[in-house]
């Protein structure tokens, strides 16, 4: 099916669309389907290693390590959603996908990217804890709260998403079927429906992601003011403890810093190879990068990994 019948579809209410993603020539191609094989397949053993890490090593059930367990498998489901589909269309000459398949892929994207980000500030939420109350740690970061700031996560990111892929699946398309973007995300599809009310669609869909985002960065922000505080004021001891905040810092860093930049710069055509890069960032490298920055600034992850290699020889 060539670009042009695609237009020529039933336009109000598509049920395909066209993915025009990256270069088409066979090199590049080749070039980037393998580089996606490598980071996905890094991704899903890294944090495979996470998850398995902590669920084995009697050292790392604790708080902080069972959020690194549940951010692990939040990054293997996160680059699951867009990774596959991306490497399928490296060799296919019709990189499409259908309505129904589009939607399912923005609610899933934006649900696990969602869940990320609460899920990133109860982990600040739980630094801050340990490093400003810890006397009072073990009693206010129970397993039962854990349990709690978990759910919150999941329930967030799943009802922000499930209205973001309703409302956009409900706006009607009468310009064009093709997609400049790697995957289906919602400013992209904003930018070829036809609606009268598109300012308001836009306006709402951005404000749900916002909440989750902004809110979970403010929550983060916050937490890491008083833990820089206590640092600052209760001097040597809680600056040990600082250090276990480092590898977390980096990936808040890396994740909304890059999101921040992707979603908030405006698109345009003259910067989609800028724009392509930025979206892998945050939504194909990011993932990848979080089980090695926890494990290489981490000791006692190292030290799991070390007696788990032992173990094996």
Not at 9 to 20: D, E, K, V
Not at 162 to 190: K, W, Y
Not at 256 to 279: I, N, Q, W
């Amino acid at each position: 099916m060539n670009p042009e019948s695609l237009q020529r579809g039933n336009l109000s209410s598509p049920t395909t669309f066209l993915l025009l993603g990256f270069s088409s020539a066979y090199r590049a191609q080749v070039t980037l389907c393998l580089c996606f094989s490598l980071v996905y397949l890094m991704t899903v053993l890294g944090n495979l290693l996470i998850m398995t890490l902590v669920w084995l090593d009697a050292h790392l059930h604790s708080p902080v390590y069972f959020f690194l367990g549940h951010l692990s498998f939040l990054d293997i489901c996160y680059s699951s959603v867009t990774l596959p589909k991306i490497l399928g269309d490296s060799f296919s000459p019709q990189r499409t996908i259908s309505f129904v398949g589009c939607i399912t892929q923005i609610y899933f994207f934006l649900c696990f990217g969602g869940s990320e980000c609460v899920l990133l500030a109860a982990m600040a939420y739980d630094r801050y804890l340990a490093i400003c109350h810890p006397l009072h740690y073990p009693a206010l970061m129970s397993k039962k709260m854990c349990h709690c700031l978990v759910a919150v996560s999941w329930l967030s990111g799943s009802f922000s998403s499930l209205i973001q892929a309703f409302l956009t699946a409900r706006l009607p398309f009468c310009g064009s079927n093709m997609i400049d973007h790697l995957f289906c995300e919602v400013p992209f599809l904003l930018k070829v429906s036809c609606s009268p009310n598109a300012p308001l669609n836009k306006a709402t869909l951005y404000a749900l992601a916002g909440t989750i985002a902004v809110g979970s960065f403010l929550l983060t922000l916050v937490s890491y003011v008083h833990i820089i505080r206590a640092v600052l004021w209760k001097g040597t001891g809680t600056q040990k403890a600082f250090v276990t905040c480092t590898s977390h810092l980096t990936v808040v860093s890396l994740f909304f810093g890059a999101g921040a930049v992707a979603y908030l710069v405006p698109h345009s055509r003259s910067s989609k190879e800028m724009d392509e890069v930025l979206t892998l960032l945050y939504a194909v490298v990011t993932p990848m990068l979080n089980p090695i920055i926890y494990s290489l600034r981490n000791r006692e992850v190292k030290g799991a990994i070390r007696k788990a290699l032992n173990r094996g020889v």
